[in-house]
């Protein structure tokens, strides 16, 4: 019978031996989400906040068909440069691990990993949803599926704003997963504050954040919790600017006939060209910001189970 396994890091390995605070972080931003040696210096960045806020960051990526849990450096470093990756969701996971492929996960893959892992929270950018035109399409990220069946808490800048944006929380709604806005009332949209939608719930602190979680799990609801961090005042971008970005590059794409897996690298990549680098310097800065968040969760999460 096969079995899974699953390499640790002895950073991690240790942390979760003691049952110190653990925030997981995804690779798909690192391969596919961000060039050269921006992902690269993005990547230890991020492990670095997550550090000094008192928890273990624990990047978790497919190498050669083997699923790791924490990278080391020079793993990151491998990783950033990598030019035939490929892109690994929870339902992609199996094959690309029985062809010795080298993935970076997404947030679905990332929550499934985590959770097997025993770490209950992952910070990551932006999650998936409901793409545009999906009426048409039925284009709606395995993430949202993931969110609703895997106990992962995950934090986000909110949903990616080139998305279907009110349909996506709608989805979530039917997924029962709760909407959490950290010292907000308004659902973020990535590169802004405000998508112009509600959340469902503000909460103000890490503290509350975690009590939150506890009593969720301890419900035994089965779902994921989003958490919903806007980005910082002094690095969010106009949605003027950014709207008009997005539809410029959306409309490429479809010209283009870019569709699945390859979109939103693609109109990531295509909008930080339009943007002249500052989606990119915001991408950079939210993802930061999250990851501070969610090590301040962690800790107190920690301190509560």
Do not use: W
């Not at 921006?38 to 068909?65: C, F, S, W």
């Not at 770490?119 to 009426?135: D, L, N, Q």
């Not at 509600?198 to 979680?213: F, G, P, Q, Y």
């Not at 990119?280 to 968040?293: E, G, M, P, R, T």
């Amino acid at each position: 019978m096969t079995s899974l396994t699953m390499h640790f890091s002895d950073e991690v390995r240790n942390a979760l031996d003691k049952g110190a605070p653990v925030v997981a972080l995804e690779s798909t931003i690192i391969t596919h989400g961000m060039p050269f040696p921006q992902n690269l210096e993005m990547a230890r960045k991020v492990e670095d906040v997550i550090r000094a806020n008192g928890a273990v960051p624990a990047t978790i990526a497919v190498l050669k068909g083997e699923i790791h849990v924490g990278l080391g450096d020079a793993q990151l470093e491998q990783l950033a440069q990598t030019t035939d990756a490929v892109k690994t969701s929870s339902r992609d996971l199996a094959a690309d691990m029985v062809q010795g492929l080298t993935a970076g996960t997404t947030v679905s893959a990332t929550m499934r990993i985590a959770a097997l892992a025993g770490i209950e929270i992952f910070a990551t950018g932006g999650v998936g949803g409901v793409h545009r035109g999906a009426e048409d399409s039925f284009d709606i990220s395995a993430d949202l599926n993931e969110l609703g069946m895997t106990n992962t808490t995950v934090v986000c800048a909110g949903v990616k704003s080139i998305l279907d944006i009110p349909k996506t929380l709608e989805y979530l709604e039917t997924q029962r997963v709760p909407i959490i806005a950290h010292g907000s009332d308004d659902f973020p949209a990535f590169f802004t504050r405000s998508s112009g939608c509600k959340a469902d719930h503000r909460l103000n602190s890490a503290e509350e954040i975690a009590k939150a979680m506890a009593l969720h799990h301890a419900l035994g609801s089965g779902t994921g919790i989003l958490i919903a961090n806007p980005i910082p005042e002094e690095d969010a971008l106009t949605p003027e600017f950014i709207n008009g970005t997005i539809e410029a590059a959306v409309k490429e794409a479809a010209d283009q006939g870019v569709g699945g897996k390859d979109v939103t690298p693609f109109l990531l990549a295509r909008i930080n060209e339009l943007s002249e680098g500052r989606s990119l310097k915001a991408n950079i800065a939210l993802v930061l910001n999250n990851a501070k968040l969610a090590a301040r969760m962690a800790v107190a999460y920690k301190a509560l189970v």
